[in-house]
């Protein structure tokens, strides 16, 4: 195997970005502004969903 010539790695950062945002989430609980826990809510809303497809992206159709 040459390098950069690997398995796609696509699966894991979809995982990881899946699992950030649990954490994000739970940050965004503890934050009294409205606006800033609002956005971070979003944000991991937007991580979540691209893990998810970057996850389930490599399935044998």
């Given at each position: 195997?040459?390098?950069?010539?690997?398995?796609?790695?696509?699966p894991f950062?979809?995982?990881?970005?899946?699992?950030a945002?649990?954490?994000s989430?739970?940050?965004?609980s503890?934050?009294?502004?409205?606006?800033?826990?609002?956005s971070?809510?979003?944000?991991?809303?937007?991580?979540?969903?691209?893990?998810?497809v970057?996850?389930?992206?490599d399935?044998?159709?």
């Amino acid at each position: 195997m040459t390098r950069g010539d690997h398995r796609r790695p696509h699966p894991f950062y979809g995982v990881a970005l899946s699992a950030a945002a649990l954490p994000s989430c739970w940050a965004a609980s503890l934050i009294t502004a409205t606006w800033l826990a609002a956005s971070i809510y979003v944000g991991a809303a937007c991580a979540a969903a691209v893990g998810f497809v970057m996850t389930l992206r490599d399935l044998p159709t």
